[in-house]
């Protein structure tokens, strides 16, 4: 599939995942077949302040390349603006607009989700991006903001006319949050609305689901979110399946170096406090289901040193 100057094999998408789509969760989804990834959403009004912290989450490594830095906001020419700033300072792929973002801190600013009740902001938005942009710019939607208002399809057709060269579509509403099953024939609906690629994204948990989905909605291209959570091999496990070869789960060694190579990486990245308070959540899901993993969480949940943390996920994994 092809957007865009970014050309990509199979179309194999990681999430923007706000407090988990960082440098270290971006390059290990990277090392297993992900083939384009996005930051964190960042504020543009936050981006226009100079807020350092925030410019921090926009840094991205040749070695993500092709990625993109997803923006949210709701005004205009902060948008707009926000986008200029990046291209003349970032070294990213494409910029992702933020249109699909739930919950109540977002859509309460009238951010994220809550765009998709107003389709013409949303439209002047998504042509000022492109218009400000020397990038491909892409937007990331949900099916409506409930079941009464379903407007993905409307939303996906402005945004072809803007000048937006890829959608994202989860196949789900802001009211439904993360619950239920994926809608898939909204995804579907998207997909036959619109020229420009349709990326599928919701409940990719397995080659069977991303197998399903594309082969059901006839998407370009699959995102995997929440199913890249303590599994990261899950783009190996797609990569197989798409070139119809067997799959060989990672040993139990194998996971361990991963684990490990995922908390340098943020210690790298982050400094030894902040990164083993915030792996915390990621050894969670890198040992959930293990056995005595509920005994370990509450062990690594108190845990305040790299050795005390490797020494538990190293209990689990090797012995």
């Not at 082969?215 to 995997?224: A, I, K, L, P, S």
Request: neutral net charge; aromatic residues 8%; hydrophobic residues 40%.
């Amino acid at each position: 599939m092809k957007f865009g100057n970014i050309e990509l094999k199979y179309g194999l998408f990681l999430a923007p995942l706000a407090g988990v789509s960082d440098n270290a969760m971006r390059q290990i989804c990277k090392d297993f077949g992900a083939e384009y990834v996005t930051t964190e959403m960042i504020s543009s009004k936050a981006i226009n302040y100079g807020d350092k912290k925030t410019l921090k989450l926009a840094l991205i490594e040749n070695c993500e390349l092709p990625a993109s830095i997803q923006i949210f906001g709701s005004d205009e020419s902060n948008m707009s603006d926000a986008a200029k700033f990046l291209c003349d300072n970032f070294g990213m792929s494409a910029i992702d607009i933020n249109m699909g973002c739930p919950v109540p801190k977002i859509v309460g600013g009238g951010d994220g989700s809550k765009l998709m009740r107003s389709p013409e902001l949303a439209g002047k938005i998504m042509s000022a991006v492109v218009k400000s942009a020397n990038v491909p710019v892409t937007v990331k939607i949900r099916s409506g903001w409930n079941d009464n208002e379903k407007n993905a399809v409307e939303i996906a057709k402005i945004a072809e006319d803007s000048g937006i060269s890829a959608v994202f579509i989860h196949g789900r509403t802001r009211e439904q949050m993360y619950s239920l099953p994926v809608d898939l024939d909204i995804i579907r609906d998207v997909k036959s609305a619109v020229k420009i690629p349709v990326i599928g994204n919701g409940d990719i948990h397995s080659a069977d689901d991303a197998e399903k989905m594309t082969e059901y909605t006839g998407c370009d291209g699959v995102m995997v979110a929440r199913g890249a959570f303590g599994n990261p091999w899950i783009f190996a496990e797609i990569t197989s399946r798409l070139e119809k070869k067997e799959y060989t789960p990672l040993s139990e060694t194998q996971k361990f170096e991963v684990i490990k190579k995922h908390i340098d990486a943020m210690i790298y990245y982050k400094g030894s406090k902040v990164a083993l308070m915030e792996a915390r959540k990621h050894l969670s899901w890198y040992t959930k289901g293990y056995r005595g993993s509920a005994v370990a969480r509450n062990r690594i949940n108190t845990a305040n040193s790299y050795k005390e943390m490797t020494e538990i996920i190293e209990e689990i994994f090797l012995k």
